[in-house]
């Protein structure tokens, strides 16, 4: 079966993609951007078309493409899409915040070809990120981890993917500072230690 690939209609300057012999209309053209060109026969869409295109394939269950053909963006999506229906709402808004980044640069990768190469290439493009950074690769080694659970991608390519342990306060506050601060607070309720 030939895979749906978005093509682009010039006089109107939309997007669509084919699905079981229906057009689906993924948006206008970005007018910031130049007329696309095709490459090699194909048309190269822009971001935000991919994105459009890659949240339609992933709410298409009769399209969700074989683990060969799975991209990143499709396996984040479909996650995401159960994150939402199965996670407390802080979960799945901080799975989708380092999701989102990650497709950024990763998305139209196959995720079968995904290696912890990536993913750390990727954390180390955010230097400040501290403990965020621990944050970023669970995020991403849960969604390859439910995808190889649900049987879309087995195994994860990402199993070997080493995650740096929490950080461990270096120093608890003692008793005086936590009575100092608790003072400063303006409150009507007084507080026991």
Known sequence: MRQPKPWYRKWKSTWYV?????QHFLGQHP?????????????KPPPVILDAFYKLMAHQPENVPSSGEL???ILCDLFLE???KHHA???YVLAKLYLDQFCGVNGGLLAADIKPFHVNRWLDAHPKWKASRR?????????FGWADKQGLLTPS???TLEVAPSNRRTRVLTLDERKEILAAI????PVSY
Request: hydrophobic share 25%.
């Open 31 to 43: 007018k910031e951007l130049p007329q696309p060109k095709k490459t090699n026969g194909e048309w």
């Open 82 to 84: 159960h994150s939402h």
């Open 135 to 143: 944050h970023a690769a669970l995020a991403v080694q849960r969604a």
């Open 186 to 189: 303006k409150d009507n309720d």
């Open 89 to 91: 709402t802080e979960t």
């Open 71 to 73: 991209r990143v963006t």
């Open 18 to 22: 084919e699905l079981n012999g229906k």
């Open 157 to 159: 390519p990402l199993r």
